[in-house]
Every structure is written in C-alpha cells, then in structure tokens.
C-alpha cells in the first residue's frame, strides 16, 4: 500500500473544504447572534 501524491493532495483538498464550511458555519451563527443581541 503505497501513498502517493494524488491521495495526500485530495485529503487536504477535502480537508480545506471541510474547515472552510465549518468556518462559514461558524461565521453566519456569530453573525446572527450579533444581530439578535443588537
């Protein structure tokens, strides 16, 4: 079982998607609580 490149390269690409989702996620809840505490 060798890893290669291609495999190393899709799990960060998935990785960045992941975290920038979540970071929206994150983003759009802070966002709202913002407005209802205004």
Do not use: D, P, R
Not at 8 to 20: H, K
Not at 21 to 29: D, G, K, M, P
Request: net charge negative.
């Amino acid at each position: 079982m060798t890893f290669g490149w291609e495999g190393l390269g899709f799990g960060a690409l998935q990785y960045t998607i992941l975290f920038a989702s979540c970071l929206t996620l994150v983003f759009a809840a802070f966002l709202e609580s913002k407005s209802v505490m205004n």
